[in-house]
């Protein structure tokens, strides 16, 4: 009789992308300093969003941004604070576990802006090309979170921008612009301590990986393992990694493109925890490496769902490999 289990979902972790916008230029970082300054320097709010609910704070930090010259853009837009406010909106799902949070770093952009360094001197913030062609005054939102589906972080953010009193219009998806990014991505799964031996063994599917061609000496491979976690104890597999850049990647998966780490690691606290805990037992991740290319991962709806796809086809990839089952519903997997 044939075995109905469906396939095991994998989960998102870390998230890192620059949303960029020039839609309405620095309209949005005018209203942000307006609903701090009415806030008495932060605003803090809930809001339902994602099927959660959330705790959201609106606050400020000072930044090393001089105003323009002459209190004006080179676009044209006027100026007249002394200091250039960068801001924030920290949003954290409101339950037990505390993990689904995110971090909106918004940070405004014009053609020359140049910001102060310790010593004195200045040096310039480089602005995208496609962007500095336009001669129009720009913002960035540095998005960063955690436990949250990459293609939900845009809903996300608007809903956090509309419940801190700004509009959110200023960041509809059709008006991010082209030259936004991402920067960090990882799925994971987490397995069972007494099933996950094979993954990080000395002849198992990390190891092999690091090895993809190896005795032609091109390409960048990395392979990292540690079987001492951060007290001193011996756990196998506590932090194994191997790092695999786009050349070796397609040696591998013809058909991808991504560089990426594949990791099987501890919480730093696993043995203290009980076998009933999920943190006692480890995740199996893949994550795309940014830093092992000289391409540009773009943020676009169809670029997540490649990086999606590049992602879990890995975890699967490593896990048959292990000779786990890919099946939900045994004993192999812990579901978070």
């Not at 803090?44 to 609106?58: I, R």
């Not at 845009?154 to 920067?183: C, K, M, P, W």
């Not at 043995?271 to 795309?288: C, I, N, T, V």
Request: a negative charge; aromatic letters at 8%; hydrophobic letters at 30%.
């Amino acid at each position: 009789m044939t075995d109905a289990r469906r396939i095991i979902e994998p989960q998102c972790h870390e998230f890192t992308a620059n949303w960029n916008t020039n839609r309405y230029g620095l309209k949005p970082w005018f209203a942000f300093d307006r609903a701090v300054k009415d806030g008495g320097g932060s605003v803090e709010t809930h809001m339902d969003a994602l099927g959660d609910s959330w705790d959201v704070t609106l606050y400020y930090q000072e930044s090393a941004v001089n105003p323009p010259s002459d209190g004006e853009t080179p676009a044209g837009t006027t100026i007249q604070h002394e200091t250039i406010r960068e801001f924030r909106i920290r949003v954290e799902a409101h339950d037990d576990v505390g993990e689904r949070k995110a971090n909106f770093h918004i940070r405004p952009r014009w053609l020359g802006m140049e910001a102060e360094k310790d010593d004195g001197s200045t040096v310039e913030i480089p602005v995208p090309e496609q962007l500095a062609n336009t001669n129009t005054d720009a913002m960035n939102v540095r998005i960063s979170g955690s436990n949250i589906h990459f293609a939900e972080y845009g809903d996300l953010l608007r809903s956090a921008v509309e419940a801190v009193g700004v509009s959110d219009h200023y960041f509809r998806e059709r008006d991010r612009h082209t030259t936004s990014n991402i920067q960090d991505g990882a799925r994971y799964v987490r397995v069972h301590t007494h099933e996950s031996g094979p993954i990080h063994a000395r002849t198992g599917p990390l190891v092999q990986l690091a090895h993809v061609l190896e005795n032609d000496r091109s390409g960048y491979r990395k392979l990292v393992q540690n079987d001492t976690d951060n007290h001193g104890s011996n756990l196998p597999g506590f932090y194994h990694t191997t790092t695999l850049g786009p050349d070796r990647v397609k040696e591998v998966f013809p058909n991808h493109a991504l560089p990426v780490e594949l990791k099987h690691y501890y919480d730093k606290e696993a043995l203290a925890r009980s076998m009933s805990d999920p943190l006692r037992h480890p995740k199996l991740e893949a994550a795309y490496q940014v830093s092992r290319w000289d391409d540009t991962l773009r943020y676009t709806s169809e670029k997540i769902d490649q990086l999606v796809t590049e992602l879990d086809e890995w975890l699967f990839a490593t896990l048959a490999d292990a000779g786990l089952d890919l099946r939900a519903g045994g004993k192999t997997y812990f579901k978070d």
